[in-house]
């Protein structure tokens, strides 16, 4: 029986209470000296546009504020590999001393114990700063998409977007394959969620795993109170009261072996969206940034803030989610092999990037338009970081790019990356 009591730690969590004792005077003293006139450089293990954004450029928004010496917040994406690659820098290569904290999947934090080589990190061993939200997990659908209740899932190949094969969009998908015969057929290879529901849209897939509750009434909260983008079955700790009549994995376990081992694959996200930082962290800045954010989290301004952009926030602290933390390591061998078991990597399919060659008929900030041999205009969007450009044939930047420059453009779709661009 899973014995964490999720009701206790989100009411502890909702007060945030103040477990930490303030910093002596001179310990205060020091840490404001250190802090005062730098930037926290605050990493995001995903592109811009998604609920792991949205929350991250919050608090680099507000959490300064509450550090001693008021030090700027700098967010700084770093995409890839569901968030791996975010979660191995912030471990072993970002700085120690307290100028860095980061934002990646909990669910790629028990990657390791899963089965993940390229996961170079130990779980016990990450300096957490805070958990801002308890997230409800959901795999949806578009409403042209056709398909309209996870029960097709049994009887019809449905096509999902995901990131790759290691990414919770993928796992989770995978995951119902494996677990419950499901026909689900995962197309990897799209950044992020923004570009998986770019693909919704255009028919590509019917689908995605891996959407918090939370990222979509933020961030896509026209599409889902329209009914265009539809939650057919929920992945959270426990079953949501706004979800009421969409099923939960739960309904589909057959012993209490098989929740923890759903658990491990879908229930991390009770750890929403955990706010790290490296290893080895001097402990009197580790304590001024955990009780920065317990006090942020309390701060009207930045609930005000949050409500603005409608990211629910029911916070805990470092503490709380060390335990849980813990109880999900915790685990008998026996249940993580049966996760790693479901979680096999088989056939890795790959997003077929589309080709335009065509001239560029104008160019307004990161937006591209581009007129095909056909004559017909095609919007795309390219970013300094992953449009990878040549002119002439030669490496150069997105800020060579000019109108009636001829190039041949590799993209995802209309209105969606373009990963490369030669022109000449």
């Given at each position: 029986m899973f014995l964490l009591n999720t009701r206790i730690m989100s009411a502890a969590g909702l007060a945030v209470v103040a477990v930490a004792v303030a910093?002596?005077?001179g310990a205060q003293a020091d840490v404001s000296g250190f802090y005062k006139g730098k930037n926290i450089v605050a990493i995001i293990g995903y592109p811009p546009g998604g609920g792991y954004d949205a929350y991250m450029r919050l608090v680099a928004r507000h959490l300064g504020t509450h550090v001693p010496g008021k030090p700027g917040v700098v967010p700084r994406n770093m995409p890839g590999a569901g968030s791996l690659v975010a979660a191995n820098f912030?471990?072993?290569?970002?700085?120690?001393?307290?100028?860095?904290?980061?934002?990646?999947?909990?669910s790629t934090l028990f990657s390791k114990k899963l089965g993940e080589t390229k996961a170079k990190f130990e779980i016990d061993k990450f300096t957490w700063i805070g958990n801002l939200d308890q997230t409800v997990g959901t795999c949806t659908v578009w409403h042209e998409s056709g398909v309209n209740s996870f029960k097709e899932f049994f009887t019809r190949e449905v096509i999902f977007g995901a990131s790759g094969p290691t990414a919770v969009n993928s796992t989770h998908a995978n995951g119902f394959n494996a677990l419950f015969g499901t026909r689900i057929k995962v197309i990897n290879g799209y950044p992020g969620s923004t570009n998986v529901l770019l693909a919704m849209k255009r028919g590509e897939v019917h689908g995605g795993c891996g959407f918090a509750l939370s990222s979509i009434k933020a961030t896509r909260r026209k599409e889902w109170q329209s009914g265009q983008?539809?939650?057919?079955?929920?992945?959270?700790?426990?079953?949501?009261?706004?979800?009421?009549?969409?099923?939960?994995?739960?309904d589909f376990a057959k012993s209490e072996d098989d929740k923890k081992v759903m658990h491990l694959i879908y229930g991390t996200h009770i750890l929403g969206r955990p706010v790290s930082a490296p290893p080895g962290m001097p402990a009197d800045r580790t304590r001024a940034l955990r009780d920065a954010f317990n006090a942020m989290v309390k701060d009207e301004k930045f609930m005000s803030d949050a409500g603005k952009l409608h990211l629910p926030i029911n916070p805990w602290t470092a503490e709380q989610m060390t335990k849980v933390i813990s109880q999900f390591a915790s685990y008998p061998d026996a249940i993580?092999?049966?996760a790693i078991k479901a979680l096999e990597v088989g056939q890795v399919i790959k997003v077929k990037l589309k080709k335009l060659d065509g001239s560029i008929a104008e160019i307004r900030k990161r937006d591209v338009t581009v007129t095909g041999a056909d004559g017909k205009a095609v919007k795309i969007k390219v970013?300094?970081?992953?449009?990878?450009v040549t002119v002439g044939g030669k490496k150069s930047s997105i800020k060579a790019l000019k109108a009636g420059m001829k190039c041949n453009f590799e993209y995802f779709g209309a209105g969606d990356l373009a990963p490369k661009a030669a022109c000449s």
């Open positions: 910093l002596p005077g912030i471990y072993s290569n970002a700085p120690k001393d307290g100028s860095a904290v980061g934002i990646f999947a909990s983008l539809k939650v057919v079955i929920q992945t959270g700790f426990e079953k949501s009261d706004e979800l009421k009549d969409v099923p939960h994995i739960y993580y092999a049966r970013h300094p970081k992953r449009t990878r």
